[in-house]
């Protein structure tokens, strides 16, 4: 094997030109709209909108728009801080002598 052809083999594959995260809270529904038509709906970076009850309304709602990323990343934080505090409670509960 020439060390061109192991040189070839070796070298990092090509990267994709890194698209900057886009920021849901700076655009507007239709820029939303514009910004996921060119994507599948399970890129990282397609925009997910849900619609949130206020806090202590009972029919206020407001839309809460992030990346599938960053919602990957919520609900992995909030599974974490969960099985933490499942832990917690099992370890330290009054019938283990703690």
Not at 57 to 72: D, F, I
Request: charged share 20%.
């Amino acid at each position: 094997m020439s060390i061109l052809a192991l040189a070839l083999l070796t070298a990092a594959p090509a990267s994709a030109p890194t698209i900057p995260e886009p920021k849901p809270s700076e655009m507007t529904a239709s820029e939303i709209r514009a910004h996921n038509k060119s994507l599948d709906r399970n890129d990282p970076y397609f925009i997910k909108c849900v619609r949130q009850a206020d806090t202590g309304s009972l029919v206020g709602r407001r839309p809460v728009c992030r990346t599938n990323e960053r919602w990957a990343l919520l609900e992995k934080a909030a599974r974490a801080s969960t099985d933490q505090l499942a832990a917690d409670m099992t370890t330290n509960s009054h019938a283990s002598g703690n």
